[in-house]
């Protein structure tokens, strides 16, 4: 295994108060993934890298990448390579170059020379910094700042690569290069990588499989494509027309025939007479409520142009994971008795 963890717990002590980071987390990642981390803001996502790059120890529980366990960092640390992108720069010497805090880098990340010089030049020509090369860091914005943080974690080549919203306050093209990059590295060098973003899109395009975690617990595990499923609501995405079309008739039908409610109801502006609807399966599984309504628009002399089941965009499910969350939490505490509440 690539990376391992066994019921991993980490608390701190914040003004007297216990607050669990982690609790009780186990996760096995194979040599070559590409794993997405996701969670809202104070889920564990950075104190779980942090374990992982021996910055932090945990307070119980025990971790391993490529079977050294995380307590032998010096040998960790030649494996893994880290890049917290909300840092912002922290962890470069503000009065150095860029091309000096690189080259420092991969001198201590053991790397030869004329490799280093090679590598640092091809990873700042693909940034577009290139010519910002000898500029101090302590002059940089922001988003120049990561990049470095980024090409920096690249340079040796790891076997590991832990990434902390890395691509924080890059522009569009840079998030793009990115991509291609890590996809690239994965690929090419087998690099397991494990990938904290806010930028859902990245985290949809590059991994295969995204890990959940929310109050420091992993409730997740699956691929993208799963967590959109559970996110979605069953619902389904229908272009049609009907003859002699009434929206209160058919909303009716569709309620009464195919125990389905309209979610959302426009004119559609691709087709000439006809309508984009939303509509949400309440009592039969998607594909019959699918069939239902095909037949039922048909039998009315219509035509169905498309009818697919809706497949959220990761973002939008992860948004849909958190309103049911908070709805849940809500339901707890209106369900606790009366008299319980004092
Ligand atoms: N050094 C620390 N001292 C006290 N509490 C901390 C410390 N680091 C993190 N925490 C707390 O642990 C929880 C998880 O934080 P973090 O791992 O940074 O979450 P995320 O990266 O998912 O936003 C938060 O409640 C945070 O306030
Ligand atoms: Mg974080």
């Known amino acids: 295994m690539s990376i391992e963890l066994h019921n991993v717990s980490k608390s701190f002590n914040k003004r007297g108060r216990k607050i669990h980071a982690l609790d009780d987390i186990s996760l096995k990642i194979k040599q070559g993934e590409f794993l997405g981390l996701l969670g809202p803001n104070g889920a564990g996502k950075t104190t779980l890298t942090k374990i992982l790059s021996t910055l932090l120890l945990p307070t119980s ?7 050294i366990p995380i307590t ?7 494996i893994i390579s880290t890049a917290f992108g909300e840092s912002g720069g922290r962890s470069l010497y503000y009065r150095l170059s860029i091309e000096d805090n690189l080259r420092f880098y991969a001198t201590l990340a053991g790397v030869q020379k004329k490799e280093a010089q090679n590598r640092i030049a091809s990873l700042l020509k693909y940034f577009d910094l290139e010519e910002k090369r000898k500029t101090l860091v302590m002059k940089l914005s922001t988003g120049m700042k990561a990049k470095v943080v980024l090409i920096r974690s690249l340079i040796p080549l790891p076997q590991v690569l832990l990434l902390d919203e ?3 306050g890059f522009d569009a093209i840079s998030s793009e290069k990115t991509k291609n990059l890590l996809t ?8 397991t990588i494990l990938l904290t973003s806010h930028n859902f899109s ?4 590059l991994t295969r499989r995204i890990i959940l975690i929310d109050q420091g617990k992993m409730v997740e595990d699956c691929a993208p494509f799963a967590f959109k499923k559970v996110a979605s609501q069953e619902l389904v995405d229908v272009i049609f027309s009907v003859p ?14 195919a125990h389905a409610k309209i979610i959302r109801l426009v004119e559609s502006t691709n087709y000439v007479n006809s309508y984009e609807a939303q509509i949400q399966a309440e009592r039969y599984p998607l594909n019959e409520t699918i069939s239902l309504i ?14 697919a089941p809706f497949i959220p965009s990761l973002k939008e499910s992860f948004l849909a994971f958190l309103k049911i969350k908070e709805e849940q939490e809500k339901e707890t505490i209106l369900s606790i008795p009366i008299e319980m509440v004092e």
């Open 244 to 257: 002699n079309f009434q929206k209160e008739i058919f909303s009716e039908i569709i309620r009464q025939v």
């Open 166 to 168: 890395p691509t924080l």
């Open 202 to 205: 990245e985290i949809d395009a």
């Open 61 to 67: 529980g025990e971790a391993y990448i490529n079977d």
């Open 294 to 307: 095909t037949v039922l628009i048909l039998e009315r002399g219509g035509k169905v142009f498309k009818i």
């Open 72 to 78: 032998e960092d010096k040998k960790i640390r030649k």
């Open 184 to 191: 690239d590295f994965n690929k090419e060098f087998g690099t």
